[in-house]
């Protein structure tokens, strides 16, 4: 997979909001609600542009159901794929456009982790710059080599987690 950061697109809440439509219409009843997340969601941040969708659902365990559907919109559907409780799936292959984390409504600790950071990166401008700017230089290293680019990155978000974290709670 190749490692694209670029500058902000307005574009990307247009795509969430097309994408998170054909999402409610599958899901139908059991979405609670849905948000967009990651730094695709965090207006003036650099970002590889893949837009995470997070639907909030009644059951987890019914969404596996939805899987011919989603399989229908393009989407890979990866189970768990190592975090425990959540459905994850993924859309456009090495050229990812999508990627859709589903958790339980009761999986608090998984949608707060996701919101805060949302949340924190959208009222601390300083930190969102510093975040794309690691994005940036860390894509210019690693072009073709995502594991690097994740490893380069994990100190930092490990932070940023914890600091948005104990902000959200406040």
Request: charge should be negative; charged fraction near 30%; proline fraction near 2%.
């Amino acid at each position: 997979m190749n490692v694209v950061v670029t500058e902000y697109n307005e574009n990307w809440q247009h795509k969430f909001s097309e994408e998170s439509q054909k999402i409610k219409d599958i899901f139908g009843d059991e979405l609670i609600d849905i948000h967009h997340i990651g730094s695709t969601s965090v207006p003036g941040l650099k970002s590889k542009p893949i837009i995470d969708i997070m639907p909030v659902v009644e059951d987890i365990e019914r969404i596996d159901s939805f899987n011919v559907q989603m399989e229908a919109l393009g989407y890979e559907c990866m189970g768990e794929l190592g975090m425990k409780g959540r459905r994850y799936f993924r859309k456009g292959g090495d050229n990812r456009t999508h990627q859709v984390h589903v958790f339980q409504g009761d999986n608090k600790e998984d949608i707060n982790r996701h919101l805060a950071v949302r949340d924190y990166l959208r009222t601390h401008t300083s930190d969102a710059k510093r975040y794309g700017d690691l994005k940036e230089s860390l894509a210019k290293q690693f072009p073709r080599d995502i594991e690097a680019y994740m490893d380069g990155k994990d100190a930092f978000v490990k932070d940023l987690e914890r600091n948005a974290l104990q902000w959200y709670e406040m």
